[in-house]
């Protein structure tokens, strides 16, 4: 019989005589009864090609082969993100690898976390390998990565982004209309999904009433970038049995700030202005009337002219010097010998028919003379009086000190200068004089 291997996916067949019975020959020697038979491998004979590798293992050990004969066995071992844990695939009799499907096990990344206001999307499961997505509800768009994925960090596995932001979303400011006006939140924005109504007015006084032209109600919305819009165009409001007007008037050396597009509706309002170098003179707007004409066109753009005084006392007579300047234009002022000028040397013409910086003036070096020559007379003049005070004074002291040292070197005859006075007095009088002649002696 033939050995079996169904491990190994090995099985063989016999071919020849299962059975020998033990005989003899014509000389009587023991012989069998026929040959021996062999055991033949079942299926095809060959070799196993080498295994492709796995996304979720590698081999133990790395081998250069391109064949492996039947019977073999190749070890692996998983790969990181997945379950430790050792295998191995075996070349099978019909020239194939046993299946290693299912042997190594993904590690998870847990449950995502969920954004406020949005959704997660899980497609297969939240292992190793696996990716989700985010979306967000209605009326919110989404900040940040639209999907993350669970990788490996380390010895581990975890989600790759974090969770997006599901932002609210605001439309614009509606678009104000001409005659015309619409509905407001109290809180004073448009948040998706708010609806505000248009509606036009109404001027009974006047004799005016107006038509709305198109949708009266406009709904927040979002494009494909999560943009807030509005539902459509915002409607218009239309005189009723009005008359729309002509194409505007130009204005010479002037133009439109903004050129309404037409049709040209009463009420409706054009601003006017210059170019530069001209100023504008009358009214800066016209205005489309209930008859279908512009009002009154009664103002022009006038050349912007600056002008030099006719008379400039001290300015050099051999500068040419215009009566008349215009927008942009530079003067330079020089003054004459014995003139000082004070002032920028050159000014501009600017559009308010004004220089910058203001014209400069000349003034007389003789006059500033004359007014140092006087400061210096009024300081000698002061200056004298104080020197002849200060003798004055001087001399006065010195006469003063004199007198008073010849009234000191005669005591006796202040003891005869009062006979009158009583005998009490006499003694204390005297010793006071002699003590004072002590004291000068």
């Given at each position: 019989?033939?050995?079996?291997?169904p491990?190994?996916?090995?099985?063989?067949?016999?071919?020849?005589?299962?059975?020998?019975?033990?005989?003899?020959?014509?000389?009587?020697?023991?012989?069998?009864?026929?040959?021996?038979?062999?055991?033949?491998?079942?299926?095809?004979?060959?070799?196993?090609?080498a295994?492709e590798?796995?996304?979720?293992?590698?081999?133990?050990?790395?081998?250069?082969?391109?064949?492996?004969?039947?019977g073999?066995?190749?070890?692996?071992?998983?790969?990181?993100?997945?379950?430790?844990?050792?295998?191995?695939?075996?070349?099978?009799?019909?020239?194939?690898?046993?299946?290693?499907?299912?042997?190594c096990?993904r590690?998870?990344?847990?449950?995502?976390?969920?954004?406020?206001?949005?959704?997660?999307?899980?497609n297969?499961?939240?292992?190793?390998?696996?990716?989700?997505?985010?979306?967000?509800?209605?009326g919110?768009?989404?900040?940040?990565?639209?999907?993350?994925?669970?990788?490996?960090?380390?010895?581990?596995?975890?989600?790759?982004?974090?969770?997006?932001?599901?932002?609210?979303?605001?439309?614009p400011?509606?678009?104000?209309?001409?005659?015309?006006?619409h509905?407001?939140?109290s809180?004073?924005?448009?948040?998706?999904?708010?609806?505000?109504?248009?509606?036009?007015d109404?001027?009974?006084?006047?004799?005016m009433?107006?038509?709305?032209?198109?949708?009266?109600?406009?709904?927040c919305?979002?494009?494909?970038?999560?943009?807030?819009?509005?539902?459509?165009?915002?409607?218009?409001?239309?005189?009723?049995?009005?008359?729309?007007?002509?194409?505007?008037?130009?204005?010479?050396?002037?133009?439109?700030?903004?050129?309404?597009?037409?049709?040209?509706?009463?009420?409706?309002?054009?601003?006017?202005?210059?170019d530069?170098?001209?100023?504008?003179?009358?009214?800066?707007?016209?205005?489309?009337?209930?008859?279908?004409?512009?009002?009154?066109?009664?103002?022009?753009?006038?050349?912007?002219?600056?002008?030099?005084?006719e008379?400039?006392?001290?300015?050099?007579?051999e500068?040419?010097?215009?009566?008349?300047?215009?927008?942009?234009?530079?003067i330079?002022?020089?003054?004459?010998?014995?003139?000082?000028?004070?002032?920028?040397?050159?000014?501009?013409?600017?559009?308010e028919?004004?220089?910058?910086p203001?014209?400069?003036?000349?003034?007389?070096?003789?006059?500033?003379?004359?007014?140092?020559?006087?400061?210096?007379?009024?300081?000698?003049?002061?200056?004298?009086?104080?020197?002849?005070?200060?003798v004055?004074?001087?001399?006065?002291?010195?006469?003063?000190?004199?007198?008073?040292?010849?009234?000191?070197?005669?005591p006796?005859?202040?003891?005869?200068?009062?006979?009158?006075?009583?005998?009490?007095?006499?003694?204390?009088?005297?010793?006071?004089?002699?003590?004072?002649?002590?004291?000068?002696?």
């Open positions: 019989m033939c050995d079996h291997h491990a190994r996916g090995m099985t063989f067949n016999l071919i020849g005589k299962s059975t020998l019975r033990c005989t003899s020959d014509n000389e009587g020697n023991g012989i069998w009864s026929s040959p021996a038979p062999r055991c033949k491998l079942a299926g095809p004979a060959g070799y196993c090609k295994p590798e796995f996304p979720f293992a590698k081999p133990t050990v790395l081998t250069d082969e391109s064949e492996f004969s039947i073999t066995s190749l070890n692996y071992e998983c790969s990181p993100g997945y379950f430790e844990a050792m295998f191995s695939i075996t070349c099978l009799e019909h020239l194939v690898w046993s299946s290693a499907e299912g042997i096990r590690k998870s990344c847990g449950a995502p976390p969920e954004p406020f206001n949005g959704t997660v999307h899980i297969t499961d939240t292992q190793f390998g696996s990716t989700i997505h985010y979306s967000c509800n209605e919110y768009r989404l900040i940040g990565s639209p999907s993350s994925a669970c990788l490996l960090l380390g010895s581990t596995v975890t989600w790759d982004k974090e969770a997006p932001v599901c932002e609210e979303i605001f439309c400011n509606p678009p104000s209309i001409l005659n015309g006006q509905t407001r939140p809180q004073g924005n448009f948040p998706y999904g708010k609806e505000i109504t248009y509606m036009c109404h001027h009974p006084a006047r004799g009433t107006f038509n709305l032209i198109g949708e009266s109600t406009l709904r919305t979002s494009d494909d970038e999560g943009n807030g819009i509005w539902s459509g165009p915002a409607p218009r409001c239309e005189l009723a049995g009005s008359t729309e007007c002509p194409h505007l008037p130009k204005i010479h050396n002037g133009y439109y700030l903004e050129r309404p597009a037409s049709p040209y509706l009463p009420g409706m309002t054009v601003n006017y202005t210059c530069p170098g001209y100023l504008l003179v009358g009214r800066a707007f016209i205005f489309c009337t209930n008859q279908g004409t512009w009002s009154q066109f009664d103002h022009f753009c006038k050349e912007v002219k600056c002008i030099i005084p008379f400039m006392n001290g300015i050099r007579k500068l040419e010097m215009r009566k008349v300047y215009h927008y942009g234009d530079n330079t002022f020089e003054c004459e010998d014995g003139y000082t000028l004070k002032g920028s040397p050159q000014s501009q013409c600017q559009a028919d004004t220089w910058n203001p014209l400069a003036i000349c003034t007389s070096s003789k006059w500033s003379c004359k007014k140092c020559t006087s400061a210096l007379i009024v300081g000698i003049f002061f200056g004298l009086i104080f020197f002849l005070s200060s004055i004074g001087s001399y006065w002291i010195i006469v003063k000190r004199k007198k008073s040292k010849n009234t000191d070197g005669k006796k005859e202040m003891i005869h200068l009062h006979p009158q006075e009583d005998n009490s007095v006499k003694p204390q009088t005297l010793q006071t004089n002699q003590e004072d002649s002590r004291y000068l002696t």
